[in-house]
């Protein structure tokens, strides 16, 4: 099995920054891509940010410019640099990883999240 252990959530006013990490641990063969999602209440789950194992990167559109995704391969952590946070930023941020333990097929993991909230 996997776990994905999120931390870095928190409270901050708008205009400030938070830099979440995500570890992942267990039985690791190699990691695909990793990526961070939020969900704020009321709300579905969207794409904020995702990070290919050759560091290839994409961004939902209203993050780009603000947010920055980066990865430790040897580390198997990804973070996410937050700046410019808008109250709207707003959500529960939950970490996701594709994962080969050695099979054939890849898994998909989540860690447990981490709320940010953004004071106006």
């Known amino acids: 099995q996997v776990q994905l252990v999120e931390s870095g959530g928190g409270l901050v006013q708008a205009g400030g920054s938070l830099r979440l990490s995500c570890a992942a641990s267990?039985?690791?063969?190699?990691?695909?891509?990793m990526g961070w999602y939020r969900q704020a209440p009321g709300k579905q789950r969207e794409l904020v940010a995702a990070i290919s194992s050759g560091g290839s990167t994409n961004y939902a559109d209203s993050v780009k410019g603000r947010f920055t995704i980066s990865r430790d391969n040897a580390k198997n952590t990804v973070y996410l640099q937050m700046n410019g946070l808008k109250p709207d930023d707003t959500a529960v941020y939950y970490c996701?990883?594709?994962?080969?333990?050695?099979?054939?097929?890849?898994?998909?993991?989540w860690g447990q999240g981490t709320q940010v909230t953004v004071s106006s």
């Open positions: 996701n990883a594709d994962v080969h333990s050695g099979g054939y097929t890849s898994s998909s993991y």
């Open positions: 267990g039985r690791i063969f190699t990691i695909n891509t």
